[in-house]
């Protein structure tokens, strides 16, 4: 409540003057020299069966498998099973960083390889690539704000999302059109994708969103080491960069374009979040399925991840991939001055609105802990 973040706010003014208490998100701010990203590296890799369950391997792993002649009208159905052959994760049970942290106990000994100050994992950071891809896309968005929870446990910062209001909302009231949307994306890829490297598509089965297959990397952005998990769609057997993560493939739909005004559009209000997803955890390749009006894929393009900036330099008033990544880092610079305190029971709570500054409130022993205890006792023994 106001009176809290307030109280809050003045309490942590006092202890630090030199503290500031919200972070600008104005591009202009952060348009300067692209800033250093090391090559992202995978240090693990983790599944989701189709019962939500985890398993510390590769089984969820699909293969990308392209139509023979990359081109026009594929032809692929994508509302078909909707009605019949769809089995959907519940999405009103909050997993948190549940599935990452059950990796990172089962993979300390590895993580622990070079301690050094007081810091157990050796990373500054860690969460989910789906929550940096909000905060690089910031500065740009215009619609949905977020809140990202953040303690700082045996000298890492661990960054958790929960759901905006605004958000949950959304979700309880999404329309059977969006629904339906959803559901297409995730068909295209049992077009696109098969269970082994030498397989074909088989389209006939059942789409279930428990399953997952997750990469875990390590990077480092400027000063802030990284330590983050995400959901990867299929790996290319056959790539020209053989080995992980470069040889993912992200795939993704989008409505057929017609003109140039439409690329236009789409360049600077889609690709930013396409770029931003892929670029973070080195995914060299982005494969889009194009829909046309009754849902069938028209044709598919392939987008190399390095080669996105090239596309949108043209256009003097797109985004820059050199602000998203500033900003991030000025982000993770904020989250560091504001949260000191080692305590796994202590969340700040980064809020952020479009229009407005990030902002903060502290929250002790609250419905915002999220480090669960089993995985605190895990790295404590
Ligand atoms: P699209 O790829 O066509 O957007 P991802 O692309 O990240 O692999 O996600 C696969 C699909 O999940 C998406 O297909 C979309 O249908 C659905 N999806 C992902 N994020 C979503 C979100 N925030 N809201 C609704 N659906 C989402
Ligand atoms: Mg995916
Ligand atoms: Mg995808």
Redesign the pocket.
């Known amino acids: 409540d106001e009176d809290a973040r307030e109280e809050s706010a003045v309490k942590s003014q006092r202890s630090n003057a030199k503290t500031p208490l919200t972070l600008p998100i104005t591009p202009s701010r952060y348009d300067a020299p692209f800033p250093f990203y090391r090559r992202p590296a995978e240090v693990g890799r983790f599944s989701l069966d189709s019962q939500r369950c985890y398993h510390g391997d590769a089984r969820q792993l699909r293969y990308y498998a392209p139509p023979p002649t990359e081109g026009p009208s594929p032809g692929f159905d994508l509302r078909d099973g909707y009605r019949d052959r769809y089995v959907q994760r519940d999405e009103s049970i909050r997993e948190g960083l549940e599935h990452l942290l059950q990796w990172i106990a089962q993979n300390q000994k590895q993580l622990q390889a070079a301690e050094e100050k007081g810091q157990l994992l050796n990373t500054d950071f860690v969460t989910w690539r789906g929550h940096l891809t909000k905060v690089l896309t910031t500065p740009y968005e215009k619609q949905d704000g977020w809140l990202l929870a953040v303690s700082l446990f045996r000298g890492t910062l661990y960054i958790s999302e929960f759901e905006t209001e605004s958000a949950r909302k959304q979700r309880e009231q999404r329309p059977e059109l969006?629904k339906e949307?959803?559901?297409?994306?995730?068909k295209?890829?049992h077009y696109v994708c098969a269970d082994t490297p030498d397989g074909i598509p088989d389209p006939t089965g059942v789409v279930n969103?428990n399953e997952g297959f997750c990469t875990v990397i390590r990077t480092r952005l400027g000063t802030h080491s990284l330590l983050f998990s995400g959901?990867v769609?299929c790996t290319d057997p056959r790539s020209p960069w053989p080995d992980p993560p470069s040889c993912y493939v992200?795939?993704?739909?989008?409505k057929v374009m017609h003109s140039p005004a439409q690329r236009k559009s789409f360049y600077r209000h889609k690709m930013i979040k396409w770029w931003a997803?892929s670029f973070l955890p080195g995914v060299s390749r982005i494969v889009a399925?194009y829909r046309g009006p009754d849902g069938s894929v028209v044709g598919l393009e392939t987008f190399e991840t390095m080669k996105i900036f090239q596309l949108i330099r043209e256009d003097p008033s797109c985004w820059k991939p050199a602000v998203c990544m500033n900003f991030c880092a000025a982000f993770l610079s904020f989250v560091k001055k504001v949260v000191t305190e080692d305590n796994p029971k202590l969340v700040h709570l980064f809020a952020w609105e479009p229009g407005h500054p990030v902002s903060f409130t502290v929250h002790r022993d609250s419905e915002y802990t999220f480090l669960p205890d089993w995985y605190v006792e895990a790295l404590s023994s």
């Open positions: 969006l949307l959803t559901y297409m994306g995730y295209f890829e969103t959901e769609d992200e795939l993704k739909t989008s997803q399925g």
